[in-house]
């Protein structure tokens, strides 16, 4: 399923990035300034692509590279109809960047101007370089015979996998075994485009914070692969960038994706391997759910005010149609994690697995209520909706073997009383109290009554 997804996913980026190419050659016609140079860079991609096809690819669908493009497309689109009127976007020269990574991924000979943002150049997959100290505004790096140096004003620096020079910060990949496969991917503190709320300067991690998050990644792969194998092989699949944040008051994990972005997600830092497990699973769901929206139309669309309509447990605030389903969605799965755990789960991950299972079980079957019933579903969205039913109707049998006496969804509804909040996407995501604070409430009685 995720070569496929990622084999769409490829289609709709080399699409953008035709269009960007043809809309900067337009915008260029009568201009003296020729310095992103869409001639090279077709012939050093083409290059590239016959050396090595997967290279390309990697480079692609980095999540940083996807919102770079939908940036640039939406300022290229906004221009008027006269190319000269107005500046080409001076981020476009990013794109000598994402081709120079190609390039060295590829391992070919090549040259090409470069332009630091902020003092830095970041190639997308392998890090940056801090070119502050030349004080200049332009850069140039050179291949050959598989090695790659970077030159700005007296500053020259090598590029590698290693921190071969004090300006180089190379990025920090994360690896850890899966089932079959392995969580590849990278935890980018520096790209501007690495976070779907927009640009950010680098925000460099100390080792220790790197060794943290690598720990987390271990646990929560083994979590992942404890619960449901195949998804976990799937997700890791999947994920190729993470943009770590600080983290948050109360142990709340704040998450977000985005459409533009697959594969990458940020989550401030977690508190346990589990919190990041079940982060993990709701962002590859909305990635999942992203990339069906990408060739089917599920609901309707109306003007954003009177979209906002629909009320979802876990926001405050009135939700449209698209955010409902898309919470739906994903929570869904965060149930069906916290399920399967507990078929597997001992002790305390047990007891724990037990409270978020009712807990969400109740909420998203309220949610998911709402959503059935909206007659702004198209056939596509019912029938999709009808699929999650299917899933959701296992949990009220489930439910109702622990507590016969309260029905099949309601047990959980109790705990959201006095829950903390969260921003996400704008807006206010209710959040489970801690489980250690809340746990007797609901799972205690349980234990004994699951098989």
């Given at each position: 399923m995720v070569k496929r997804l990622r084999a769409q996913q490829r289609g709709i980026?080399?699409?953008?990035?035709?269009?960007?190419?043809?809309?900067?050659?337009?915008?260029?016609?009568?201009?003296?300034?020729?310095?992103?140079?869409?001639?090279?860079?077709?012939?050093?991609?083409?290059?590239?692509?016959?050396?090595?096809?997967?290279?390309?690819?990697?480079?692609?669908?980095?999540p940083p590279v996807g919102r770079w493009m939908s940036r640039m497309l939406r300022a290229l689109r906004s221009?008027?109809?006269?190319?000269?009127?107005?500046?080409?976007?001076?981020?476009?020269?990013?794109?000598?960047?994402?081709?120079?990574?190609?390039?060295?991924?590829?391992?070919?000979p090549f040259h090409l101007l470069l332009v630091p943002r902020d003092g830095f150049v970041f190639l997308p997959t392998l890090g940056a370089a801090d070119l502050r100290p030349a004080g200049d505004t332009t850069a140039f790096i050179y291949g050959r015979d598989d090695s790659f140096t970077l030159s700005c004003g007296a500053l020259t620096v090598p590029v590698s996998e290693e921190a071969a020079h004090p300006a180089w910060h190379p990025a920090h990949r994360l690896r850890t075994p899966v089932g079959?496969?392995?969580?590849?991917?990278?935890?980018?503190?520096?790209?501007?485009?690495?976070?779907?709320?927009?640009?950010?300067?680098?925000?460099?991690?100390?080792?220790?914070?790197?060794?943290?998050?690598?720990?987390?990644?271990r646990d929560a792969a083994s979590l992942l692969a404890r619960a449901d194998l195949r998804q976990a092989e799937a997700l890791a699949e999947a994920l190729t960038a993470l943009t770590p944040r600080p983290a948050e008051p109360g142990g709340v994990v704040h998450s977000a994706s985005s459409g533009d972005s697959f594969g990458g997600l940020m989550a401030s830092t977690p508190p346990d391997g589990t919190e990041l497990a079940v982060t993990l699973v709701h962002e590859f769901r909305h990635m999942k759910l992203n990339a069906v929206l990408d060739r089917l139309e599920l609901h309707e669309e109306l003007d954003e005010a009177a979209d906002a309509a629909y009320?979802?447990?876990?926001?405050?605030?009135?939700?449209?149609?698209?955010?409902?389903?898309?919470g739906v969605f994903a929570f869904v799965g965060v149930v069906e994690f916290w399920?399967?755990?507990?078929?597997?789960?001992?002790?305390?991950?047990?007891?724990?697995a037990q409270f978020q299972l009712l807990y969400w079980s109740a909420q998203t079957t309220d949610a998911f209520t709402e959503l059935r019933s909206s007659p702004r579903l198209t056939e596509a969205g019912r029938n999709f909706a009808a699929l999650m039913g299917d899933t959701v109707a296992?949990?009220?049998?489930?439910?109702?073997?622990?507590?016969?006496?309260?029905?099949?969804?309601?047990?959980?509804?109790?705990?959201?009383?006095?829950?903390?909040?969260?921003?996400?996407?704008?807006?206010?995501?209710?959040?489970?109290?801690?489980?250690?604070?809340?746990?007797?409430?609901?799972?205690?009685p349980t234990v004994s009554d699951v098989p």
């Open positions: 980026r080399l699409l953008a990035l035709r269009e960007i190419l043809d809309r900067t050659t337009a915008g260029q016609a009568g201009r003296t300034d020729k310095s992103l140079s869409n001639h090279q860079v077709r012939g050093i991609m083409t290059q590239a692509a016959r050396a090595d096809l997967e290279a390309v690819t990697t480079v692609l669908l980095h221009r008027p109809d006269a190319p000269s009127v107005r500046p080409l976007p001076a981020e476009l020269l990013h794109l000598h960047s994402v081709v120079a990574a190609m390039a060295i991924r590829a391992g070919i079959t496969g392995r969580f590849d991917f990278v935890l980018d503190d520096m790209d501007p485009d690495r976070d779907p709320s927009g640009p950010l300067e680098p925000s460099l991690l100390t080792p220790a914070e790197v060794a943290n998050w690598a720990r987390l990644t009320y979802a447990p876990w926001r405050d605030d009135p939700r449209p149609l698209s955010g409902l389903f898309q399920r399967k755990l507990t078929f597997v789960a001992e002790g305390e991950e047990l007891r724990r296992t949990w009220c049998l489930w439910v109702l073997r622990w507590h016969p006496a309260h029905g099949p969804v309601r047990p959980g509804a109790r705990a959201a009383e006095g829950s903390g909040s969260v921003t996400e996407g704008g807006g206010t995501r209710k959040a489970l109290p801690p489980f250690e604070q809340n746990r007797t409430a609901l799972a205690a």
